[in-house]
């Protein structure tokens, strides 16, 4: 290969690393290593918003796995450690109208926090704090806007439960 494409492949590796991926065991976590073996034992969600839930759960797994800090499990039997997210908020409000009162431009906004028990005494090993996400939106696009969000605020408690951020 020539110098150029070898340095295209350094480049692309050093952005994937710089984003918080990973390609093994390589990056650390907040959790000790005994406590890697993850499983989600609730997502209490206040709204009406039934999507939320297996959203949440699929996006968490996705991170988690991609990032390889994490081992994730969907029996709770088999984690060492329990995860725990509680929405405080999600809301849509109104960002900007026009005239005759019609929506043109949405926000939706994702607020929660998480918290990681251990699996055999219940004892708290670590919590996330308020995570808060917004995503602008015009109108047609609430859809999109809530994939966004909940993409993003995943991302950001992926970003807490590692010490590479």
């Given at each position: 290969?020539?110098?150029?494409?070898?340095?295209?492949?350094?480049?692309?590796?050093?952005?994937?690393?710089?984003?918080?991926?990973?390609f093994g065991e390589g990056s650390s976590s907040v959790l000790k290593p005994q406590f890697r073996t993850v499983a989600v034992e609730e997502i209490n969600n206040p709204t009406t918003l039934a999507w939320i839930e297996p959203r949440l759960r699929k996006?968490?797994?996705?991170?988690?796995?991609?990032?390889?800090?994490?081992?994730?499990?969907?029996?709770?039997?088999?984690?060492?450690?329990?995860?725990?997210?509680?929405?405080?908020?999600?809301?849509?409000?109104?960002?900007?109208?026009?005239?005759?009162?019609?929506?043109?431009?949405?926000?939706?906004?994702?607020?929660?926090?998480?918290?990681?028990?251990?699996?055999?005494?219940?004892?708290?090993?670590?919590?996330?704090?308020?995570?808060?996400?917004?995503?602008?939106?015009?109108?047609?696009?609430?859809?999109?806007?809530?994939?966004?969000?909940?993409?993003?605020?995943?991302?950001?408690?992926?970003?807490?439960?590692?010490?590479?951020?």
């Open positions: 290969m020539s110098l150029l494409r070898y340095t295209a492949l350094f480049l692309l590796l050093a952005l994937l690393a710089g984003c918080g991926y990973s996006l968490l797994r996705d991170e988690l796995h991609n990032r390889g800090t994490i081992t994730w499990v969907d029996d709770q039997a088999k984690a060492d450690a329990l995860i725990t997210i509680d929405i405080n908020r999600y809301y849509r409000p109104t960002a900007v109208e026009d005239a005759d009162e019609r929506t043109l431009l949405s926000e939706a906004i994702f607020q929660f926090t998480a918290t990681i028990r251990s699996a055999t005494d219940n004892s708290v090993l670590w919590s996330s704090g308020q995570i808060s996400e917004s995503w602008p939106y015009d109108y047609g696009s609430g859809a999109e806007a809530d994939k966004e969000v909940t993409l993003r605020g995943i991302q950001v408690l992926a970003d807490r439960m590692t010490q590479d951020y």
